[in-house]
Nanobody, 124 residues
């Protein structure tokens, strides 16, 4: 069982930056791939970024490529999402998720554990 707790969300102006963190419990974190997803009001939850268990592979949605960076610190059981050049359309609840097979898939069904989410609001 893995518990995930996101933090770092908030209100920021367009063009600004935020760094989200996701702290995981459990001794198996380093074997899990991790993903970030988001859900905007009235929309379905969508893939944002994913990172393999080692951190050696990362994947991004086209909408955030070049602006967001996913990283992880296995010694701290934490995964991060650095978000730069934020746009109003990035406004959403952001969720982190853990995939026990270690591979950074884009599909939500690959992830067994989910955090409660953190709100990111970007004002224009």
């Amino acid at each position: 069982q893995v518990q995930l707790v996101e933090s770092g969300g908030g209100l920021v102006q367009a063009g600004g930056s935020l760094r989200l963190s996701c702290a995981a419990s459990g001794r198996t974190f380093s074997s899990y791939a991790m993903g970030w997803f988001r859900q905007a009001p009235g929309k379905e939850r969508e893939f944002v970024a994913a990172i393999s268990w080692s951190g050696g592979s990362t994947y991004y949605a086209n909408s955030v490529k070049g602006r967001f960076t996913i990283s992880r610190d296995n010694a701290k059981n934490t995964v991060y999402l650095q978000m730069n050049s934020l746009k109003p359309e990035d406004t959403a609840v952001y969720y982190c998720a853990a995939n026990p097979n270690g591979l950074p898939y884009r599909e939500q069904m690959s992830y067994d554990y989910w955090g409660q989410g953190t709100q990111v609001t970007v004002s224009s």
